[in-house]
């Protein structure tokens, strides 16, 4: 069979469960191959061996049972980052990107070092190690509950040589922060478990999904300790589901009255990230 072959055969049977059936095909087939997806769109004629014809299948039948195709290839890419991924983290999608974006542009007002940053819920390390490469002056905390992830977060924090500038912390939400930060950043758990995508559900962490019956049960908490762990003049980011901006700027407003707020929207329109900035000066 020809990879021509293979991935026609493959996009018939994923059609009805992905609605990138062809690029999930090429990305498994590079993975099988250890080719670049760009080799594999090139060399639509090359014969595959019948062993790379049995691995194909089985990734393709495990795809077809909705297994996300970065928990099946181990990685995936976030802000330019190849992240090693597997069924203990969420993987990081790409709305995230610009939780990143804009903590990178509140971190040019401070000139102090190091900054202090703290990802709660950092899951993979996506946000964290995102953070670190561009950021060379800061000091950033990853904080999970769940220590299987934090074993995955170890992986990339290594991979990216950041174990001096990454300290990861098992705890519940930044009750494991040994003091206030400049900046606080997460992408809580914010989905109502009923209403997700089914090969979500049935292949992602619940831990990192599981927002309670509002979605915001992560938020309440969060936000409320936020006085006590955020830097008088520091700032808090958090990425939110589409319909949670107006709640959750409520909460920011009652915990931390003096600050000052927003709602930020991706790409394709919808509210994303809600900050707020702290605006008590010290003298
Ligand atoms: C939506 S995922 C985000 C993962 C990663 N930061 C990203 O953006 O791809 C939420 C993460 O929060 C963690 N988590 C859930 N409840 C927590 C809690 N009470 N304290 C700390 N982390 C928690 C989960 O284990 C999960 O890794």
């Not at 300290?167 to 997460?186: F, N, Q």
């Not at 955020?230 to 949670?244: C, F």
């Amino acid at each position: 069979m020809t990879i021509q072959q293979a991935i026609q055969h493959a996009i018939t049977q994923l059609r009805t469960i992905s609605p990138t059936a062809r690029l999930d095909a090429e990305l498994l087939l590079a993975h099988i191959l250890g080719w670049s997806r760009a080799k594999v769109v090139a060399e639509r004629d090359h014969v595959l061996t019948p062993e790379q014809e049995m691995a194909f299948n089985a990734l393709i039948e495990r795809r077809a049972n909705r297994e996300p195709v970065a928990y099946l290839i181990g990685h995936r890419e976030f802000f330019g980052l190849d992240l090693f991924v597997d069924r203990r983290v969420l993987i990081p999608r790409p709305e995230t990107e610009l939780l990143v974006e804009l903590t990178l542009k509140e971190a040019q007002r401070f000139n102090h070092t190091p900054l202090i940053i703290a990802d709660i819920g950092t899951g993979s390390g996506a946000i964290a190690i995102a953070l670190a490469m561009h950021l060379p002056h800061a000091l950033i905390y990853g904080v999970d509950i769940s220590p299987d992830a934090l074993a995955v977060a170890a992986i990339n924090v290594t991979r990216y040589r950041l174990d001096d500038r990454i300290r990861l912390l098992e705890g519940d939400l930044c009750t494991p922060l040994p003091a206030p930060v400049d900046i606080l950043v997460s992408n809580p758990p914010y989905t109502i478990l009923t209403e997700i995508d089914e090969g979500v559900y049935r292949h992602e962490p619940h831990l990192a999904l599981d927002g309670g019956s509002d979605g915001l049960d992560c938020y309440r908490r969060l936000i409320a300790a936020a006085p006590t762990y955020l830097k008088p003049n520091g700032a808090i980011l958090l990425e939110i589901g589409s319909t949670q901006a107006a709640s959750v700027v409520h909460l920011l407003r009652q915990a931390l009255p003096m600050a000052e707020t927003g709602i930020e929207r991706d790409l394709a329109g919808h509210d994303r990230i809600v900050w707020a900035r702290n605006r008590y000066v010290i003298h």
